[in-house]
Every structure is written in C-alpha cells, then in structure tokens.
C-alpha cells in the first residue's frame, strides 16, 4: 500500500478508524469472561466461561434462535425468487421506465423498519376481519407476518445482487441456445439459471443473515411470539448481563468463520484468474505470513484456543475469594458506620455493595419513556395485550 | 389496454410463456401485496378512530382526522393548544439524524478515500473485509456493546478517571452521546460503501494532474474528489439519514431517561398505548418527512434515485 506509506498521518488515521470499529466488539467480548455479574472490565475479578453455559440454559433464547432460523429460511425460500425476476423484470424495460420501476422497487430498502412492520401488522389484521378468520390463523400468526414483512425489503437486497451479476451476463448466450432450438425455458433454466448460481448463493447468506439480525421490523410483525433478536434485546433493557457479551463472542467468532470462508473463496477465484499471469517475485514465506486467511486463521485458532482454555480454568476458587474480599469489605464499611453512628447500622451494608449498579437508576428501562401518553379506552386491535407491552417496558 | 396487451405478449414472447408468469407474479405479488396493499391500508387506518373490535366496520368507523389533529393540537383534556411534547420529539429526532449522517460522512470521507486511492492487494482487501464484520453483529449487540462502554462504570469512566481527567463518573448516557455515537457506529458501513465505490473509479491521474497544476490537498478534495463523488456522497447520507431516524434499537437501548426518539412514540402507541390508528398516523407523518428529505437531497445534489442503492 504505496499510498499508505506516503501518508503516514493516513495510516494513522486508518488505525484509529479500525480501532473505533473494533474496540466495542473488543471491550464486550472481554467482558464475557469476567466473572463480575455486570459486564465490565475493570475491576476485573475472575476469568470465567459460566456466562457460556449460562447462555446454553437460556430457554426463551434457544426458542427465539429456532424462530430466527425458521424464519430466515422462509425469507430466503421467499425473497431470492422474487429479488430474481426483479431483477430480470428491470433488464428488460426500456431505459425510461426502468428508472421509475428502480425507484418503485429501491423504496422498501429506504422505507424505515418500523412502517414496513406496522404497515404489514394492520395490512394482514385487517384482513382477517375482512375474512373473518379465527385468531390462529396465519394472518395473525408471528411467524408468518414476520416473513412477509422481512420479504418486503431483503427482496430489495438480493434484487441489488442480481442486478449486478446480470450487468455481466451476455444475452447472446440465451441467443444462442435458442438458435441451437432450445426452448425459452429451457435457456432460462440452462443458460441463466447457471449462469446466476454464485449471486443466488450470496444473495441467500445475504437475505438469511439481513432477516437474522433484523429488528424494527420483527419486533411489531412478531406479535406473541419472539425471535432471537426479539429475546436479545428484551435482555438487554431488563438489565445488562455478561451472558449477552457471551452472545458477542459466539456470533463474532461466527462472523470471522463466515469472513474466512469468503476470502478463501474470492482467493481461490482469483488465484484461478491469475495462473496464466507470471508467477509473483515475492518470496513465499512473506507471502504465506501477509494472506489474509492465514492472518485471521490465526486469530481464530487463538479465539478457540481461548475459549478451550477458559472452560477447563476453575475459576470457583477465585470467586470464592472474590465474594469473600467483598464480604471483608462490606464488613469493614459496616464496622466504620457503625463506630460513627451508632443508630444507622441496618443502611450502610446497602452503601457498600459492589458499585456494580451505581448505573441501575439511569440504565431501567422504564426510564426511556418518559413522556408516555395518556391510554386510550380500551385497545381497539385484537393484539392489544398479545404484545404483552409490560414484557417489554417492564425492569423496573 | 391494447398496449398493455401488446406489452404482455411481447414479455411472454420474450421470455416463454412459464418464466413470464413466474416474474410477473413474483413481482406483482411482492410490489402490490407486500409493498402497497400495506402502506395503503395504513394510510387508510390513520384517519379512522380508535375503535374497538366488534365496532370496526360498523356506523361509528368513519375517516377522521382525529388523529393527526392530536399529533398538532395535543389533547382535548390539556385545553388544545400545540402538542409541543411530540412535535418536538420529531423535530429532535430529525436534527439528530442530520447530525449523525454528518458524522458519519465526517469519517468516513477520509477512510473511502484512502482505502479507494491506495493501491490493489490483498491487504486491501483484508481491511475492506474487516469493514464487513462488524456490520454483521447483531445491531442489539453494537449497541450493547456501547452501553458498556458508555456506562457509568463503563470502560470510558473508567480510563477516564483513572486518569484524573475527570472525578465523577459523566453520564455520558443522560446526555445522549453514548446514543450518538452508537447511531453512528451502527450505520456507518453504509456511508463508507457508497463513498468508496464512487471514489474508487476515480481515474487517479486527474488528482496527479492537479497536483502538478498546484493545487493544494484541500483543492484537490473540493474541486476534483468530491465533484466526483457526489452521488456517493448523496446515497451514503441518504442511507444514513433514514436508518437513523427510523431507528427503533439503539434509541431504546442507548436512549437517556429524558429523551425519545420518534419511532418509540410509534411504538408505544401500538403497544402500551394500545391506539393503531394513533400509531399508523404517525409512521405516515415519518415516512412522509422522510420520503421528503430524500427528494431535498437529490434536489441539492443533483442526482437522480437510480444512483441511490448502488
């Protein structure tokens, strides 16, 4: 990176940017192995790996993860079908009405979450009245609105996908089947089909991992039911809790995993591209310690080796030790309050808690809705209570 | 009508009569009953009453304005007047997004910059790959990730007042800049995208050929770069702006105790405040503000949305 070096306040620069991406995702992962219940670093107190198991008992998570997965599937079988005729359908309208039928199909991407997942809630509600269909039905079943709403959009991504891998595609190709007397079908599904498969592939890990990850929408269309992301951030505004961090771990450590695959893949591509080209000078040890995949092999290998070590590290002792030096201390505190005023003893053991919660007033989250508005009558949708609003609003 | 036929014919001619019915029922059934249909019945459902259930298509559901009348006037009870309360939540809500986009672009100008003009190779694309995985954390866990670092015993009050640069802990959440930054953090691969694409076709000998006419870095950023990338820079705020102000996540797990973004108004009206008509209005009042911005910014830039989205 010539440019780099010419630069060096640049380089600078692009440290400190990297370093304001990762540092976050750093500190959390750290303090899934601290054994202090709030999730922090300092004071640290013991290396742990409960927080994993912990996460493992998590029934409404695990619950909420096969919902997320059953779901990602159905937005994939769903959303890559009709990202793909999008797609075609915009190749082949003329060039002025194909910037108005863009900007038709490009607007659930820009619309907010929350007006696709409310608009798709009442849209499917009504609905069932119009028809009169019982309340288990799929108009008011979480799963199948969630899809519907998260199709909405991720169609848009993958349609963004197809529409690059098609800007290379050469039409002459299906012209030439055809002359050979193919059929239409028959060049689509020999010719095209193929010819898209690595765009239908990405646009799948695309779609799967946007409706994964996706909340704004989910958390209207969901109604009853709940999604891993649902269940994560409920968890979060009941009270922090190092077993997210754990989560952090887990789904980084995935991330990495999926980013390897990637680059070993592009690589490979590349690498195939580039055999007819004359052999590189650089000598092979140098180029075997600059490939990236080696790089984040590494990492990985190190992360994993981590977490092996930390799950046979007894870590009992130390917190045993921990909660007796607090114990010491609270007792200290106790004795000193009590030398100075005799009359208060039963306050100060509270006063000399760990500082763990010194944040707990500010963190409720009944806290962040101040200004809520006076309630209605009575709740005039069927889903009044389904949402079950004190779940989420409720830590307090 | 015949044109329309003739379109069809020629579609299905096109394309065989399977693949033809395959791609417009897919599209039709995505754009009407997913897209439209929706965003219609919503429309429609904001200028209703709260009615209940059993008096819903009944003599009592008319269309009303009842309730973007409340989103101006406020209550009935609290004398009229102007619902300063939840007019002033939109208006902050909006200056907080303009804010992050800027912040974001602030950032992200230079990275694009850097990352589009160095030269091709692997440790390029490492570092376009590491700008990838953190966009790929869970959005809940980004913002977990900065309640730990902005809490009052978080990492940041705590270095801080290691280093006596301040006594007590700032409540850095209060004061809403552990949600600033969680906002900016969270979107900020979607300002770096488009800036880069646009930045990186950018025939390198232009910048070489001010250079040697004498332009300084800075005119060479004004006058040559940022011409160029221009729709970048329209799509990436435009990304930006709108993410953030419908943002649902980060505002409820970042928000401080006496602020509230405008998308948890709507929230709570469908679920505490148990009023769907209340909510609907006002996700059309954001979706509108929205869509109107975005009109405003390709209006400024002067670039058309088909160079939106790439």
Sequence with gaps: ????????????????????????????????????????????????????????????????????????????????????????????????????????????????????????????????????????????????LTIAGQVTFISAYSMLVFLSRLQRFD?????????????????????????????ILSASVLAFLASMENYNTTVFTIVAESTFTTVLAQKVRYGLDPSISAVAVIIVGITLVGAIIFENYNRLRTQKEARAAAASSVPPVARFATNPLVIIGFVLVCMIGFVTWVGTHDSSVCEANVEQMKRAYQQEQLEQQRNRTPATASEPAEQASPPANTGGGVFSPGNLAPGQPEQEEAPASPFGNVFAPENLQGGD | MREIGRFFSGFANRNGLPVAIYLLVAVSTWIFVLVILPQLTMFDFSFRHNLPPPKIGGPEDVHTLEQYRYFVMGNEIT??????????????????????????????????????????????RLLVLALIVPFWVNEILRAFAFRILFGATGVINGAGMQLGLWDAPIDFIG??????????????????????????SLDRNQIEAARDMGASWAQVHRRVVIPYAKPGIASGSTMVFMLTAGALAAPQILGGPSSLWFTQIIYQWFNSGGNWPRGSAYAVILLAICIMFVLLIMRVFKVSIGEIGR
Excluded at chain 1, 93 to 102: A, D, E
Excluded at chain 2, 91 to 97: D, G, I, N, P, S
Aim: glycine share 8%.
């Design chain 2, 79 to 124: 004398g009229g007047g102007v619902n300063t309360l939840d007019i002033a939540v939109l208006f902050k809500t909006l200056v907080a997004a303009v804010f992050v986009t800027i912040i974001d672009l602030a950032i992200c100008y230079p990275v694009a910059y850097l990352l589009a003009q160095s030269s091709e190779g692997s440790a390029k």
């Design chain 2, 175 to 200: 004061g809403n800049v552990a949600l600033y930054a969680g906002l900016a953090y969270a979107y900020i691969l979607l300002m770096i995208f488009p800036l880069y694409n646009a930045i990186e």
């Design chain 1, 171 to 199: 039409p002459t190709l299906t012209e030439a089947a055809l002359d050979m007397g193919a059929s239409q079908t028959q060049a689509f599904v020999k010719v095209l089909l193929p010819f898209m498969t690595p765009a």
């Design chain 1, 1 to 144: 990176m010539s440019n780099l070096k010419a630069f060096p306040t640049g380089g600078l620069y692009l440290l400190l940017f990297f370093l304001y991406l990762f540092g976050p995702l750093a500190v959390m992962i750290v303090t899934a192995f601290n054994s202090s219940s709030f999730p922090r670093i300092s004071p640290w107190e013991c290396l742990t790996s409960d927080w994993f198991f912990k996460l493992f008992e998590d029934e409404t998570l695990i619950a909420g993860l096969g919902n997320s997965f059953v779901i990602g599937i159905g937005v994939v079988l769903v959303a890559v079908p009709v990202g793909l005729a999008a797609a075609i359908v915009l190749s082949q309208v003329g060039p002025h009405l194909r910037s108005v039928i863009y900007a038709v199909f490009i607007a659930p991407i820009l619309m907010p979450g929350v007006v696709i997942g409310l608009s798709t809630l009442i849209f499917w509600d009504r609905l069932g009245t119009f028809f009169g269909a019982d309340y288990d039905s799929f108009f008011y079943s979480g799963m199948f």
